[in-house]
Each structure stands twice: as C-alpha cells, then as structure tokens.
C-alpha cells in the first residue's frame, strides 16, 4: 500500500499532487477565462482540501472545499471574473490547503501563481535562451554515406505508444509493492520501494492518465 510518512503529516509538510503548477488567462482568447486544475491523491487515507485566493473578488472556484478520495483526483474549475487592461500583468495566487478528512489541523499546501495576460504574443514567461554555437575548424571533407531506412513504418497515431502503456503498467507494479516499513514483506530489499520512489510514481501515472484520456 502506498502510505505516508508520519513526520509529514504531523510536520504540515505533506507533498501535494497539482497539474498544471501555474494558470495563464488571456484577455483575448474566451477559452481561457475557465481554467482547471487537478488534484491527486495517491495516499492511503482520504484528504480534504480548502481553496484560497489572494484576490477572492477577481476569481469564483466550483466547489472551494472538497474531499479526495484514496487513490483518486478532483477537478478544480477555476474562472476569472474580472478581465480588464488594468488587471493585465498582475500576479496572484491560489493556494491548496490540505487536512486529513475528519481533522483541522492542516497538513500540507501547495500555491499556484496566475497572471492574466493580453494575449499569447504578450506572455513574457522567462524561458531558456539558446544561442548559436561556435564553429570548430573544418576536418579534412569525407564522402557521408547515406544509408538506406529498413523496415521503416509510418508512426501509428491512432492510440497510446507502447512505451507510454509500458511506463503505466511499471508506475502501476511500483505502487503494488511494499513499503519500507511494512511489515510482513517476504521480498528481496529490492523490492521494497521508499515513500519517495511511490509518491515519484504515482505522479508519473497522472500524468500517463492525462496522455491516455487525451488520446
């Protein structure tokens, strides 16, 4: 079973699972104005969550409180009210409170930044920036041979790539094997995966999940 450790519990610090990590509106694009976030719980105990927003007045949240069941997710919809120019470039937050169901006292949270934009042309999220390399001196010119593809076949879109069933079947097998701890365990010590590998793990098949509802 996939349990939790108990310092992260008591501590506040338990890890939680949201996709995506950031929201973006647009001014122009309508679509955009609903936005969704989803929760994961791949805990043995049920969670119950609160929203909360630095700027209540500018956002409403279907169902700001809730609970997630063991092993399941929830969708949050999230929809900006108030697109104006003079909000355009203005950071806020939502933050994810997380309690263990039937207790007050809070044990983990997680914040989301959003910040709406004019449009898709005017995001200035920092990205990586790549330059031009350096050219080495030229070696002595060789004749390239090319080579002819065999048995090439045409990618096949119609569903999920093998790789992506393999990967779910392994986070599937990982979450099925014992804990450090458990006792009982009758296998090899390289079986037994830390709280770590299981929680790596499950937020791999989310996001496998989303893929293959997708497709």
């Known amino acids: 079973m996939f349990s939790q450790p108990p310092s992260a519990l008591s ?7 949201v996709f995506p990590s ?8 309508q679509a955009t104005h609903k936005q969704v976030l989803t929760m994961y719980n791949p805990y043995d105990i049920s969670l119950r969550f609160k929203v909360l927003s630095t700027s209540p007045r500018k956002f409403s949240v279907v169902e700001s409180e809730g609970t997630v ?16 120019i003079d909000n355009e470039g ?28 004019p449009s898709k042309e005017m995001d200035d999220t920092t990205e990586d920036r790549f ?32 790789v992506v069933i393999l990967a779910a ?11 450090q701890g458990d006792k009982g365990s009758r296998l090899p ?8 590998q299981k929680l790596i793990a499950a937020y791999v098949l989310g996001l496998i999940t989303m893929v293959l509802l997708k497709t």
């Open 11 to 17: 501590d506040g610090r338990l890890p939680i699972f």
């Open 22 to 29: 950031s929201l973006k509106f647009y001014s122009n694009d």
């Open 69 to 84: 069941k063991s092993k399941c997710r929830v969708d949050i919809v999230i929809r900006h009210q108030d697109i104006c």
């Open 90 to 117: 203005v950071g806020d937050k939502f933050r994810i409170q997380v309690f263990e169901r039937g207790r007050r006292k809070k044990i983990g949270e997680k914040d989301i930044p959003a910040v709406l934009y």
């Open 131 to 162: 330059e031009t390399m350096s050219v080495s001196p030229k070696p002595p010119r060789t004749d390239i041979k090319n080579l002819p593809i065999q048995n090439a076949r045409p990618a096949d879109t119609s569903g999920p790539g093998l």
């Open 169 to 179: 079947i392994m986070c599937i097998g990982a979450l099925m094997l014992p804990t």
């Open 189 to 196: 010590d390289y079986l037994v995966l830390t709280v770590n």
